[in-house]
C-alpha cells in the first residue's frame, strides 16, 4: 500500500523511536536489530507497544522510521541499513527477491495464506510475512446525520448516491474526501472497479497485460466513480479543500468538525475517529456497498509484511519468529486500528466485522490494485491520473464525466508507455 498516508499527525517519530530502543542500544553490546517501519505517531506508538510486550531480549532493538521513504531500506548494505523491514507496500517483494532472504521455514506457510501467496511467495520459497492487515472498502459515518434525514447506511451502490443527493439538498456534505493522499482516490477507484467487474480487476492485478486503459471495464468504472464525486455539494470544502486534505483531516473533518457525514477510511482510522469523534456513540460504519443487484460487495485488501534484507543474522531471524507469535500483536489490537490475519477475536465490534468479512469466501476479496500495478499505480501514475480527474469533474455534474474519462484514459496511456 502506498505510504504518504503514514504521516498522520507530526513528525515526533524519530524521537519516539529513539526513546522505545535507543538506549538498550547504547548500553548492549550485540549489534542492535535495525527495523524499519513507514509508521508514526500513534501507529508508531502501538508498536512500540508490541516490542515492549516481548519481553526481555538478549539483543537492542533500534526502530527506524523512514515513512514515505521506506524503500530505500533496500539500498545499498551499510552498517545503518535495517535488518527487518515491516513493509507497507508487499507488492514490492517480488521487484526486491534479490535483496531479501528467504524465511525461515517454520514461519514459511503464513507468507502462503490466502492473497498474501500472490506476493510474498516466488517459486516456492516465502519471502515475506503478513504483520498488519488493511482492510480498505470501510466507510466510518455518523449515525446521527443519516437518522436525522430518514436515511439509512446504502446497501447497494445506487442507494448510496441517493443518499449522497439527499443529504446534499439538506445542506449536509456527504463525503469527506482526503485527495491530498494520493492512495485515497485509488482505494475509491479499485472498491468501484472491484465492486463492477471483478474478472477485470484480477486481470490487471495479475498479468502486464491488458493495462487499465485498454480495459472497457476500467473506464467504466471511472464513470461510475465520476458519478459521485462530480455531484455537486458532495465534497465537504469542494475539491479546493480535499485537494489539500491528508487522511486524517479527511476523518477529522467527519468527526471532529462535523462538516461531512462520511469518509471512505481503512481500519487502521478507528484510533484516530475515535480520538476525534465529538461523541463516542456517534460512530458507524458501513462497507463498500455492491455495485449491481446480486453482485458481490468488494473488499480491497492491504497491509504491512515483514521482510528480511540480506544477510540476515540469526537476532533478525529470532525477532521475527517473536513478532510472528499470535498474541504478540495483542498491544496494538487493544490500542485499535489493527487487524491481524486471520484473526476475529479481540476487536472492536468495528473491525471484528471488517475482520470477519476478510476470511469470508469469494472472488471479490483482492489484494490492493495499485500496489500490484508497481509504478503505474503511484504517485506519478495512477494517483496523478484521479487527482486530475477530480478536479475536471468535483461538483461540476454529471455532464461533465463522459470528456473527463477520454482525458483521464489519455493520460493514463502516456504514464503506461
Not at 259 to 270: G, K, T
Request: with cysteine; glycine share 8%; hydrophobic share 45%.
Amino acid at each position: 500500500m502506498p505510504t504518504s498516508r503514514r504521516a498522520f499527525l507530526g513528525a515526533s517519530a524519530a524521537l519516539l523511536a529513539a526513546g522505545c530502543s535507543g538506549t538498550r542500544d547504547v548500553l548492549g553490546l550485540r549489534r542492535s536489530v535495525r527495523i524499519a517501519v513507514s509508521w508514526s505517531s500513534q501507529e508508531l506508538r502501538a508498536f512500540n507497544s508490541v516490542l515492549d510486550g516481548l519481553g526481555e531480549l538478549d539483543y537492542p532493538v533500534e526502530v527506524v522510521p523512514l515513512g514515505d521513504d521506506i524503500s530505500t531500506a533496500f539500498g545499498p548494505r551499510s552498517a545503518h541499513r535495517p535488518d527487518l523491514v515491516m513493509l507497507p507496500q508487499p507488492g514490492l517483494v517480488p521487484q526486491h527477491k534479490k535483496d531479501l532472504e528467504s524465511m525461515p521455514d517454520d514461519l514459511a506457510a503464513r507468507g502462503r495464506a490466502r492473497l498474501w501467496d500472490e506476493l510474498l511467495v516466488i517459486d516456492g520459497t516465502t519471502y515475506g510475512l503478513p504483520f498488519k492487515t488493511a482492510h480498505k472498502s470501510a466507510v466510518w459515518y455518523r449515525p446521527s446525520v443519516l437518522e436525522k434525514a430518514g436515511l439509512r447506511p446504502p446497501t447497494q451502490w445506487s442507494e448510496w448516491l441517493e443518499v449522497n443527493r439527499t443529504l446534499s439538498l439538506a445542506g449536509v456534505r456527504p463525503l469527506a474526501l482526503a485527495a491530498g493522499d494520493g492512495w485515497v482516490l485509488t482505494d475509491f477507484l479499485e472498491n468501484v472497479l472491484l465492486g463492477s467487474s471483478p474478472s477485470a480487476y484480477q486481470a490487471l492485478a495479475s498479468a502486464a497485460r491488458p493495462r487499465p486503459s485498454e480495459l472497457p471495464q476500467f473506464s467504466a468504472a471511472l464513470r461510475l466513480l465520476g458519478t459521485m464525486w462530480s455531484t455537486p455539494g458532495a465534497l465537504a470544502g469542494g475539491v479546493e479543500r480535499s485537494l489539500v486534505q491528508q487522511f486524517p483531516d479527511a476523518i477529522v473533518e467527519v468527526f471532529g468538525h462535523r462538516r461531512a457525514a462520511m469518509v471512505l477510511a481503512s481500519d487502521f482510522a478507528e484510533p484516530v475517529v475515535r480520538s476525534f469523534a465529538a461523541d463516542p456513540a456517534d460512530i458507524g460504519m458501513f462497507t463498500f456497498p455492491p455495485i449491481s443487484p446480486g453482485a458481490t460487495a468488494p473488499v480491497v485488501v492491504g497491509g504491512d509484511v515483514m521482510v528480511l534484507p540480506k544477510p540476515a543474522s540469526d537476532d533478525a531471524r529470532d525477532l521475527v519468529r517473536r513478532l510472528a507469535a499470535p498474541a504478540a500483536v495483542d498491544p496494538w489490537i487493544a490500542a485499535g486500528g489493527f487487524l491481524a490475519d486471520g484473526r476475529t477475536t479481540g476487536y472492536s465490534p468495528e473491525l471484528t466485522r471488517l475482520a470477519r468479512q476478510l476470511i469470508a469466501p469469494g472472488n471479490s476479496l483482492q489484494f490492493d490494485l495499485s500496489d500490484r500495478l508497481g509504478p503505474l499505480g503511484a504517485m506519478n501514475g495512477l494517483w496523478h491520473v484521479l487527482t486530475d480527474f477530480l478536479v475536471r469533474i468535483g461538483n461540476r455534474g454529471n455532464d461533465v464525466v463522459p470528456e473527463a474519462v477520454d482525458v483521464a484514459l489519455a493520460e493514463l496511456k502516456k504514464v503506461e508507455s
